[in-house]
């Protein structure tokens, strides 16, 4: 008879973490996720994250690499494939109202909401350049567009961009607090009527 052998190890299956620690970070905020929340949602031990993953912050960095790839690269990709920066920013709005409210995960965005109230300045500073890098994108897509004559050689790009950044960071947070994905459609729709006539 043998004895000692140990049993093979549990597998550990790496993505399937990454979605589950997206969904705590995305429900409750980077800071408000303990370690205790993150062994718990991935169903393994805390020397068994860190050995997975490094440390909590090392973890959000991968969840935000995952989170950009299947809920948030929406927004480049309009801007890559729509015509103008208008249609482009109509359509990122409205499918912003869609994935904001979607019941199959938290509200709003992740890159958003995970920022609020953390005391840590290299996650905000992450979070941060993230959003500002999509501000960059609005902006030159719009600079574009009055280059091209699609929109007034007066328009002010960066402020126009701001614009649009600032409603889709309001309704992440609108969607939060409860705001349906019809409310945030309207919402979107009223939002272009200040954008300007070509």
Partial sequence: MVTGQRGRPRSFDRDAALDKAMLAFWE??????????????????????YAA??????????????????????????????PTARTAVARILREAAEVYTDPAHPRGCMVISAAINTTSDEVAQALRERRNANLAMFESRIRADVAAGALPADTDARALARYAGAVLQGMSQQSRDGASREELEALAERALLAWPAA
Wanted: hydrophobic content about 40%.
């Fill in 28 to 49: 409750r905020g980077y800071e408000a996720t303990s370690i205790s929340d993150l062994t718990a949602s991935l169903g393994i031990s805390a020397p068994s994250l």
């Fill in 53 to 82: 993953f490094g440390d909590k912050r090392k973890l959000f960095d991968e969840v935000v690499v995952v989170y950009g790839g299947r809920y948030g690269d929406f927004a480049s990709v309009a801007l890559a494939e729509e």
